[in-house]
């Protein structure tokens, strides 16, 4: 059963950065995309940025510019880099990784890394 381990989060002031890392436990092959995903308190979980196996990238509006998403496929790993931070950016960050297989697709979700924007 492969794990995904978010790493990274933390307590930050208004403007400061953090970076996230999130590591496969085993290979997953057929990955079709990574990403980042969160949730804020009393909010629905909402994507924040992803980037495929070509190497796309897609980010929300609220983060672009400021987030920067990346993979080093080698290590299984992705990497969301936050610059700028803001008190709304406070919420739990959750890794994602989605599989092509026989049947679709299959999502494997981390459990996720708390990040705190403190003003």
């Known amino acids: 059963q492969v794990q995904l381990v978010e790493s990274g989060g933390g307590l930050v002031q208004t403007g400061g950065s953090l970076r996230l890392s999130c590591a496969a436990s085993?290979?997953?092959?057929?990955?079709?995309?990574m990403g980042w995903y969160r949730q804020a308190p009393g909010k629905q979980r909402e994507l924040v940025a992803i980037i495929t196996s070509g190497g796309s990238t897609n980010y929300a509006d609220s983060v672009k510019g400021r987030f920067t998403i990346s993979r080093d496929n080698a290590k299984n790993t992705v990497y969301l880099q936050m610059n700028s931070l803001k008190p709304e950016d406070t919420a739990v960050y959750y890794c994602n990784v989605e599989q092509l297989v026989a049947w679709g697709k299959r999502d494997y979700w981390g459990k996720g890394t708390l990040v705190t924007v403190s003003l």
């Open positions: 085993a290979s997953i092959f057929s990955i079709t995309s």
